[in-house]
């Protein structure tokens, strides 16, 4: 069995609140870097084989800070890189998108599996996902390893590993910082063995 170790990213500095999607340049914020710390000391002293994480900046900080505590090594994988399921409002303030484009927010929102018009729906994101985790735990059997991204990613493949239902991707999301950790054991569902948040340590 693997423990698979899920974490997003710490809170990103961006007091304007643009959507950023894939863009570059996003760093954590000083909340955001506690986060990171936070995470990595619920997790020191554990036996990480690795640290892998989305190749954006936001998402290699977290796993620099995690990889730090825990000793393994960070590995970028394009495989972890955030949703494209945002992308039409990429550079937009949230605000703008919620005012301007209330329907497509609203179908994002309320019925992911109906937002079209992108180069990777929501389905072929959890397949995507799926696809990657299973892999990492599939390289470290018996192990334990970390798997840094985003919020959508990360909860669509955790719905996709334990057989949810994708409608619910907007349901109990992570948090930034937040950690899920799961059991897998070959091809079958994945089982949660523990949720944890920053500030509950």
Not at 109 to 127: I, K, Q, S, T, Y
Not at 162 to 173: A, V
Request: hydrophobic share 40%; proline share 6%; glycine share 10%.
């Amino acid at each position: 069995m693997t423990l698979l170790h899920l974490v997003r990213h710490g809170q990103v500095d961006n007091p304007r609140k643009i959507v950023y999607g894939r863009q570059r340049g996003w760093r954590l914020s000083d909340r955001g870097r506690q986060e990171a710390e936070a995470v990595a000391r619920h997790l020191g002293g554990r036996p990480i084989a690795r640290v892998y994480t989305s190749p954006l900046e936001r998402a290699v900080q977290t796993a620099t800070v995690i990889a730090g505590a825990c000793g393994g090594e960070v590995e970028p994988r394009d495989d972890l890189v955030e949703a494209l399921l945002c992308i039409p409002w990429e550079g937009m303030p949230w605000r703008e998108v919620r005012r301007g484009r209330a329907r497509e927010w609203a179908r994002y929102l309320f019925r992911p599996l109906e937002v079209c018009g992108v180069a990777e729906d929501l389905r072929a994101l959890a397949a995507r996902m799926d696809t990657a985790l299973r892999a990492i735990a599939a390289t470290h059997p018996g192990q334990q390893v970390v798997a840094v991204s985003h919020g959508d990613p990360l909860k669509a493949g955790i719905l996709a590993l334990t057989g949810g239902d994708l409608r619910q991707l907007h349901q109990n999301p992570i948090p930034t910082g937040g950690l899920v950790s799961l059991e897998m054991d070959g091809p079958g569902f994945a089982r949660v063995r523990e949720r944890w948040v920053p500030g509950r340590e």
